[in-house]
C-alpha cells in the first residue's frame, strides 16, 4: 500500500441553473476497503486493503496497461462486484444502490460506446436524463434545460441537430461525454476518456470535467494513460502496478523518477513548474 492515506449531498440549484451539492454538505467520496476484483473466481486482476477517491476533488487513475485501472473503475460503478470486500459511494456500499438511483449520483462514460449512427447530437444527450424521469414520461422543460447546459458546456451546441454517425471521433466522445453531463450528478467516472483523441478535443474533454469540479464540486474519477496530463489536470493521482496501488497522493509528491522506472518502466527527468510535474522520458528500462 501507499505511504498517503487520503481521506447523500443534498441539492440547490447554482447560478447556471445546474444542480450543485449543497453548501453546508460534502461532495460524495468513494472509498474501497480489503477489495479484491475478478473476472474469474479465484483470479484477481485488483487487490487493494484500502483506496479513497476524496469529496470534491480530481482524482486520475494511472498506470501501464492491464494495471487495473478500468477495472477499479468498473467496481464504483457496481458494474463489477467485488469477489471480497466494499466499495463505498457517498458512504453506502455502491452494491445496495438500485440502477436508477445511482445513475442520479454518478455519472459514467465508458471506453466503448455505440449508439444509432442517425442518432442527433441532442437525442444522445437526453438519454443523460433517465435517471430522472418515470417510464413514458417525456421530456421536462428542466430536462431540456439540463441537456442545452451539457452541450454549452462541452461546447457541442452548435452539433446538437447532426447526426452522431456524421461526427469526428473527437465529437462523437464530446457528444457522448454531454449525454453524461446532462445527467447532472454530484460525481463522475470517465474511463479514458481521451484515448484516440487529437490534443485539441483531449484538451477540450479534460478542460470541460474540471470546470464542472471548480464550479459545481463534482468529484471526479478519471483513468488517463498520461501520467504527465494526469499530473496537470488531478488533484490527486493514483497509481496502479499489477493490480495494486503503488502509491497515491498529490501529483508533486507522487509523480518522482522512482515511479516511472517501478510503474512505467521507463528512465525519466521529473521538473516541477507551477502548473504540476513535467516528465521527460530518456530511456525504457529493460525488463527482467
Avoid at 460534502?26 to 480489503?34: F, K, Q, S
Avoid at 453531463?181 to 474511463?191: R, V
Amino acid at each position: 500500500m501507499s505511504k498517503h492515506d487520503t481521506a447523500d449531498a443534498d441539492s440547490t440549484v447554482g447560478p447556471s441553473g445546474e444542480t450543485t451539492p449543497d453548501g453546508d454538505e460534502t461532495p460524495p467520496g468513494i472509498e474501497a476497503n480489503d477489495l479484491s476484483l475478478a473476472y474469474e473466481p479465484g483470479e484477481p486482476v485488483v487487490e487493494l486493503d484500502r483506496l479513497t477517491v476524496p469529496a470534491g476533488e480530481v482524482t486520475a487513475l494511472v498506470g501501464p496497461n492491464g494495471s487495473g485501472k478500468s477495472t477499479l473503475l468498473k467496481s464504483m460503478n457496481a458494474e463489477l462486484p467485488p469477489e471480497q470486500g466494499t466499495v463505498y459511494f457517498d458512504g453506502r456500499d455502491v452494491e445496495g444502490y438500485d440502477t436508477t438511483e445511482l445513475a442520479r449520483k454518478l455519472g459514467l462514460l465508458s471506453q466503448q460506446n455505440s449508439a444509432p449512427a442517425s442518432t442527433t447530437v441532442r437525442e444522445l444527450a437526453a438519454h443523460g436524463r433517465y435517471p430522472h424521469r418515470g417510464f413514458f414520461e417525456s421530456l421536462s422543460e428542466e430536462d431540456h434545460r439540463a441537456i442545452d447546459r451539457a452541450l454549452e458546456r462541452v461546447g457541442v451546441s452548435h452539433l446538437a441537430d447532426r447526426q452522431v454517425g456524421g461526427l469526428s471521433g473527437g465529437q462523437q466522445q464530446l457528444a457522448w461525454l454531454a449525454m453524461t453531463f446532462a445527467q447532472e450528478t454530484d460525481a463522475l467516472l470517465l474511463d479514458e476518456p481521451t484515448t484516440f483523441l487529437d490534443l485539441h478535443h483531449q484538451l477540450r474533454v479534460l478542460r470541460a470535467a474540471r470546470e464542472l469540479n471548480e464550479e459545481r464540486g463534482v468529484t471526479v474519477c478519471v483513468v488517463l494513460h498520461d501520467i504527465g496530463q494526469a499530473a496537470r489536470f488531478a488533484d490527486n493521482l493514483i497509481a496502479l502496478k499489477e493490480g495494486t496501488p503503488y502509491e497515491w497522493g498529490p501529483p508533486d509528491e507522487v509523480v518522482t523518477p522512482e515511479l516511472l522506472e517501478d510503474v512505467f518502466g521507463v528512465e525519466a527527468e521529473v521538473g516541477f513548474g507551477p502548473e504540476g510535474p513535467t516528465i521527460v522520458p530518456r530511456e525504457p528500462v529493460d525488463e527482467e
